[in-house]
């Protein structure tokens, strides 16, 4: 008889030397970039930057190794284009700390790039198989619903930063508990949806062009609409609404393939944002400003002063992007130079507007370039959802690059005042932990699953030695 033995497919050894060549251009990109903004700002190269580089490379290269150890078949490209725009966040951190802007600060981002690498790897040593989330989708609801509802449960005091109740802060600790929170509600809308997208995709009453659902099949977009406008009303965070019921809305139309549930999603939100912005002054400040910016809308304490005197035009939300788009205006097409900016003159500009810094010294070509690289990272992750093996894992690949590309959108758009001002935050850019944690966390749940939907099947070999022929 013959023994039929399954031997693992090797590591494909030609593209993990692409990755860490592509893992060290980007570091040596990042490290051309820091010292262009040293010899802007003091005529010489930055003294601590072969520490520097030094230690991004060294934390990139740790993070390539458990890759190349816990997920060899994932795609290559996803660590270099997260490293360079992390590294690119960090330059322009630096450059806004060298230039007097309060609350930029490069030490605590490089420290919070390592613990979002550290938590990078440890969801790849710990998730071996990310289909087990698949077991956890109403756990999984349930934290996310009780990381929202924390800041929106406690005093002022500890939750509220500039009108929005997100944060937890308890000392000179704080964490802003809702990133996760849209982690955690993606593993649900995934499991919900592979279970539920039969009874989703039945059509009702045709209207027009349009099949529109059943009536009773609307609960869950119902559910989540009334969600999305409890985290407006109670919480005032008009970004994490419009991002979390548009995943939802995206999701379910990758389950279904039904249009109607994008159109019914939109009115929805619209008509609640409408209602909204009627009913409380903070969404309503923001309609306000984004109508016409040029006209200063007063309110409450605004984010740019610690009083509201009268008449001050730097009390107004309508200052902030005003700033911010005087300097796009001013970077042009190639912008000013690292260095050679004044993004001092942006509010925020270390958070809520580093695009709009990053805009006024790389110009319009710079920011080209660096919308194309998330445009890549979201690619990469759309390609895994297609080329997964099954329903879980492409809607959860699906609803992670969304969540990514709609972020994105949201921070860019209301940055160049294509829509309302949110206060969400560039992805890996932007000074912060809690959302830099959260990515990196989102990033290793790509990679996981692009390490199994590439993955070849275990080769089948015939082991001749275990072949006994016997003669009568």
Not at 34 to 44: F, H, I
Not at 364 to 369: D, S
Not at 409 to 435: H, K, Y
Request: charged content about 10%.
């Amino acid at each position: 008889m013959a023994e039929m033995l399954a031997t693992p497919v090797p590591m494909p050894a030609k593209r993990r030397v692409a990755q860490l060549v592509l893992l060290a251009m980007a570091v040596l990109i990042i490290m051309g970039a820091y010292a262009n903004v040293g010899l802007a700002v003091d005529g010489k190269v930055p003294a601590g930057m072969l520490a520097y580089g030094l230690g991004l490379g060294g934390l990139m290269l740790a993070a390539y190794l458990v890759l190349a150890k816990f997920a060899p078949w994932a795609d290559p490209l996803i660590l270099p284009l997260v490293t360079l725009i992390n590294g690119l966040g960090l330059v322009m951190i630096y450059r806004l700390e060298s230039a007097d802007m309060g609350g930029a600060s490069t030490a605590n981002q490089i420290m919070w790039t390592g613990v979002g690498v550290v938590m990078f790897s440890i969801t790849l040593i710990v998730l071996r198989d990310h289909r087990m989330l698949q077991r956890l989708t109403y756990t999984a609801g349930a934290v996310g619903l009780v990381l929202l509802a924390i800041p929106a449960l406690l005093p002022g005091s500890l939750s509220e930063v500039q009108g929005a109740k997100i944060w937890i802060r308890i000392g000179g600790f704080s964490i802003q508990p809702g990133e996760f929170a849209k982690l955690a509600l993606v593993v649900f809308f995934a499991g919900y949806l592979v279970a539920k997208r039969d009874v989703l995709a039945l059509a009702g009453r045709r209207l027009l062009f349009i099949d529109l659902p059943r009536a009773r099949d609307l609960g869950p977009v119902l559910v989540t609409w009334g969600l999305s406008l409890l985290v407006l009303v109670f919480e005032k965070d008009l970004g994490t609404s419009l991002l979390l019921f548009g995943t939802f809305i995206a999701m379910l139309y990758i389950a279904t393939q039904r249009t109607s549930w994008v159109l019914i999603g939109i009115l929805l939100f619209v008509g609640g944002a409408f209602l909204a912005g009627q009913v409380f002054d903070h969404v309503g400040a923001r309609f306000d400003a984004w109508l016409d910016p040029s006209n200063p809308v007063f309110y409450g304490t605004a984010p740019v002063c610690l009083e509201d005197p009268p008449g001050d035009p730097m009390c107004s939300k309508s200052y902030q992007i005003m700033q911010g788009l005087f300097g796009f205006g001013a970077g042009g097409i190639l912008g000013t130079g690292l260095g050679q900016g004044h993004p001092d003159l942006i509010p925020l500009s270390f958070s809520d507007f580093i695009f709009a810094a990053t805009g006024e010294e790389l110009g319009l070509t710079g920011l080209m370039a660096l919308l194309m690289l998330y445009a890549l990272l979201v690619e990469r992750g759309l390609r895994t959802s297609l080329v997964a093996r099954d329903p879980f894992s492409k809607l959860l690949a699906g609803g992670l690059s969304f969540i990514l590309a709609w972020q994105v959108f949201i921070i860019v758009g209301g940055v160049t005042n294509l829509i309302p001002l949110t206060g969400l935050v560039t992805p890996f850019m932007s000074q912060g932990g809690s959302a830099l944690l959260a990515n990196w966390i989102l990033i290793a749940l790509l990679v996981r699953m692009s390490d199994a939907a590439r993955r070849p099947p275990p080769q089948a070999i015939q082991n001749e030695g275990l072949t006994q022929v016997f003669q009568r």
